[in-house]
């Protein structure tokens, strides 16, 4: 069975420092894919960044790059120079293992960015 | 650019009301989901389709049922609301034919039941 865990419930940082938001996961797949998504005070899931197992490099998206160690099992999210709009939950996800529809969630993170 | 579409941001029904979540999407994704979300308790999977008519249970059906009569569009129903089931839902959708590239959500709808 899958799993996604994400051992920091809540996490502070200064505006303008990078933090890092941790992940690791378990799967027995060969390919897979590995996703954050962002959900702020109003609700919605953004989708922020995806890493395949394949990938050779890491993935990057604007200020937001995964750290991805495959031998660790690990995701982990960097974001670069917080600003307050990043206070939001963040979440960690794996695609769907074979035969499935159903992608597995960690519990999340909550970020609040000091000014 | 809005692809997955919940018909209701805010809902405040009463106790005993029969209550429809209608989501709709628009990038002609094969699946379909529906989770609940409360504080400390995650995303828990209420029902998905992965075909026009087609259902399954997810971790938390007990309450809740779905209606899949057209492939864009996944409505959950609630039979006689509840207190317990005052939450946050969302909708999600996925591409059968590239499975490894996760949802897409929707906006989500608060649901309090009185």
């Known amino acids: 069975a899958q799993k996604i865990t994400q051992t920091q419930p809540g996490m502070f940082v200064q505006e303008k420092e990078a933090v890092t938001l941790d992940c690791t996961y378990d799967?027995?797949?060969?390919?897979?894919?590995l996703f954050w998504y962002k959900q702020p005070s109003s609700g919605e899931m953004i989708f922020l960044i995806y890493?395949?197992?394949?990938?050779?490099q890491n993935a990057t998206e604007g200020r937001y790059s995964l750290n991805f160690q495959k031998a660790r099992k690990s995701a982990n999210l960097v974001i670069s120079a917080s600003q307050l709009g990043d206070s939001a939950m963040y979440f960690c996800?794996?695609?769907?293992?074979?035969?499935?529809?159903?992608?597995?969630f960690g519990r999340g993170t909550s970020l609040i960015v000091h000014p | 650019d809005v692809k997955v579409t919940q018909s209701s941001r805010y809902l405040v029904k009463r106790t005993g009301e029969k209550v429809f979540l209608e989501c709709v999407q628009d990038?002609?994704?094969?699946?379909m989901f529906w989770y609940r979300q409360d504080p400390g308790l995650g995303l828990r999977l209420i029902y998905f389709?992965?075909?026009?008519?087609?259902?399954e249970k997810g971790d938390i059906p007990e309450g809740y049922s779905v209606s899949r009569e057209k492939k864009e569009r996944f409505s959950l129903i609630l039979e006689s609301a509840s207190t317990n089931q005052t939450s946050m839902y969302l909708c999600?959708?996925?591409?059968?034919?590239?499975?490894?590239?996760?949802?897409?959500f929707g906006s989500g709808t608060r649901l309090t039941v009185v």
């Open positions: 999600a959708s996925s591409s059968r034919r590239f499975p490894l590239y996760g949802y897409t």
């Open positions: 799967t027995s797949d060969q390919s897979y894919g």
């Open positions: 890493q395949g197992s394949y990938d050779e």
């Open positions: 996800a794996m695609s769907p293992p074979g035969g499935s529809y159903i992608p597995t």
């Open positions: 990038m002609d994704h094969e699946n």
């Open positions: 389709s992965y075909d026009v008519k087609m259902k």
